[in-house]
């Protein structure tokens, strides 16, 4: 069984750009969460989206956003970067059925100059 | 709120050693408790889970933990570290019907030959 797929893994932009960030679940997983780290702000939860509705939203701005398709795919984006978006996005699924126990991907790095 | 202090932020031990990380939580009720590693660059590693039952729990690796209520306490501990066990250990809490985990800040553990 393939794991959660990110990509890209690594990506570099401008301040003022914008971003999109893919992540694939593991077959037969419906909830797709997002998270960020930081060496400063350590791991915090972006969003969580089952069956193409967001579940629940953690403290970012409105730069933030997500989307859930169909097949569970999701994908962040990320619009006027700034510096401090600079981080290691990881994605994480689940069944969504008993335990919460979430997968995560690798991560995808971005480096906002 | 529920949080997570990990009160270690780094940890040296010799190979062959034995090695404990402390966690401790606050939660209002029972919560759902996690160890996750991380290697550089890769994602987090579930290495143990507990939710319910018995308060020792084994995990991947040779790791185990120990819930105990009293203290909000979850210590994650190796009877004999490996070179490969050097890595980012967090901690995590969640809870049931919440789809977000917060994790604490992370411990460093470095292994010496």
């Known amino acids: 069984k393939a794991g959660v797929t990110q990509t890209p893994r690594y990506l570099i932009k401008t301040r003022g750009q914008q971003v999109t960030l893919s992540c694939s679940p593991i077959s037969g997983h419906r909830s797709v969460s997002w998270y960020q780290q930081t060496p400063g702000q350590g791991l915090q939860f972006l969003f969580e989206y089952f069956s193409e509705t967001q579940r629940n939203k953690g403290n970012f701005p409105g730069r933030f956003s997500g989307r859930q398709f169909s097949n569970s795919r999701s994908e962040m984006n990320v619009s006027t970067l700034e510096l401090g978006d600079s981080a290691l996005y990881l994605c994480?699924?689940?069944?969504?059925?008993?335990?919460?126990?979430?997968?995560f991907g690798a991560g995808s790095r971005l480096t906002v100059l | 709120a529920q949080s997570v202090t990990q009160p270690d932020i780094h940890i040296t031990v010799s190979e062959g050693a034995s090695l404990e990380l402390r966690c401790n939580y606050s939660y209002g009720a029972t919560p759902y408790l996690f160890w996750y590693v991380q290697s550089p660059g890769q994602g987090l590693q579930l290495l143990l889970k507990y939710f319910s039952g018995d308060t020792l729990v084994q995990g991947i690796k040779g790791f185990e933990a120990e819930f105990k209520r009293s203290q909000s306490s979850f210590n994650l501990r190796k009877p004999s570290v490996h070179w490969s066990d050097a890595a980012e250990y967090f901690c995590?809490?969640?809870?049931?019907?919440?789809?977000?985990?917060?994790f604490g800040a992370g411990t460093t553990v470095t292994v010496r030959a």
């Open positions: 994480a699924s689940r069944q969504d059925s008993g335990a919460n126990v979430l997968t």
């Open positions: 995590a809490v969640g809870r049931i019907n919440d789809y977000k985990l917060s």
